[in-house]
């Protein structure tokens, strides 16, 4: 039964179908399907392949940005869903999230938003094509225990360092953490940027947060 809708969800964002997308993330919920599962076995394999054939030169852009738009509407639907389920009282810290400057990638960077709201961070989301002045700004003015840089582009990846950058002369570095995420962010790359971890999805991002605040309150 899942994985027929699963592979209903994937097939609704490959032919670029918000209206079905959203229904099926609905009936997903219906069926008591965990949000992230959906995303994670149904929509997200849907939108990967897109890319891949897109990358190949078998899919324009016009075509791409309709299975974003596809994504974006099933993803709609599941986020209260998800926000309801990680509910908590308590605040674990304050994140500054954004993508780096010239990247406008957001699905990604929104679903983390998510999750780690829903699970007791204080998320502030400065959007897309962020520069570092303004992540450095914003983690100054709220006092945030951590900035999240997310780039989907290799060329965009650079921002991720010089936001590190940034954030290493304004001085609030080392408190402040610095974490990156994206399609083609590596450990290698995170390593070579002096960032203070990286993760490759919501769920790895949530942990490597818990664990920086949790370090950071021991230290
Ligand atoms: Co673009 N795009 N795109 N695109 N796009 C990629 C990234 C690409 C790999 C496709 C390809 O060619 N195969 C390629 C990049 C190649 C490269 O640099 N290596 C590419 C390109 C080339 C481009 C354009 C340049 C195309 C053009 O104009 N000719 C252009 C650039 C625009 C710009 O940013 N300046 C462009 C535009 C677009 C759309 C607008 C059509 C659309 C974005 C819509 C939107 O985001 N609102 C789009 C899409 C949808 C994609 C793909 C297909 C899917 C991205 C996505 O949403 N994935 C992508 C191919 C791919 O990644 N396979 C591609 C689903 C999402 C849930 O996963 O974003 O990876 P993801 O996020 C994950 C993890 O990466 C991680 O957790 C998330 C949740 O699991 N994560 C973090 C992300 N951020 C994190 C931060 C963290 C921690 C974890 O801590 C802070």
Redesign the pocket.
Known sequence: MSQQLFQDMRQSIIDGAPERAASLAQAALTDGVDPLDA??QGF?AG??F???Q??KGEMF?PD??A??EA??SAVKILEPEMLKRGSQRETLGKIV?GTAK????????N??ATILSAHGFQVFDLG??VTPERFVAKAREVDADLV?????????MAGQKAVIEALDQSGLRPRVKA???????TAKWAAEIRADG?????I??LD?ARRLVAKAGAA
């Open positions: 995303i994670n997200a939108i990967t897109a890319g891949d897109f990358g852009l791409l940005l299975c974003a994504m974006q999230l010239g990247d406008i990638h957001d699905i990604g960077k679903l983390i897309t094509s999240g840089i997310s780039a989907l582009l290799t060329t965009t974490i990156i995420g994206g399609a083609a962010v990286h993760a490759r999805n919501a790895d991002a490597l």
